[in-house]
């Protein structure tokens, strides 16, 4: 088992950034893919951005390439998203995820199995 407490999130105006931190309770972080998902009210959880075990492989959603950056640092137990120019409709809830199943596709909801509270990111015009 792992707990993922997510935190970074808060109120900014269009065009600026973010940097959200995702620390991690578990022995070996580097035992675990993990992965950023957000869920705007009234919207099905979607996919952002996922990085695997080591940080060599890196999934991004279309939606947020170019501005969207995930790491991880297994030392600190701790993955980070840094949002750049954000967009209003970038308002959302945003989770981190964890998983230690070898995932053979894209990153989707079901496939992995501890998840953070979410923190809330919201974006003025």
């Known amino acids: 088992q792992v707990q993922l407490v997510e935190s970074g999130g808060g109120l900014v105006q269009a065009g600026g950034s973010l940097r959200l931190s995702c620390a991690a309770s578990?022995?070996?972080?580097?035992?675990?893919?993990m992965a950023w998902f957000r869920q705007a009210p009234g919207k099905e959880r979607e996919f952002v951005a996922a990085i695997s075990r080591g940080g060599g492989r890196i999934t991004s959603a279309d939606s947020v390439k170019g501005r969207f950056s995930i790491s991880r640092d297994n030392a600190k137990n701790t993955v980070y998203l840094l949002i750049n120019s954000l967009k209003p409709e970038d308002t959302a809830v945003y989770y981190c995820?964890?998983?230690?199943?070898?995932?053979?596709?894209?990153?989707?909801?079901?496939?992995?199995?501890?998840w953070g509270q979410g923190t809330q990111v919201t974006v003025s015009s």
């Open positions: 578990a022995r070996t972080l580097s035992s675990y893919d």
């Open positions: 995820a964890a998983t230690d199943r070898i995932l053979l596709g894209t990153p989707r909801t079901r496939d992995y199995d501890y």
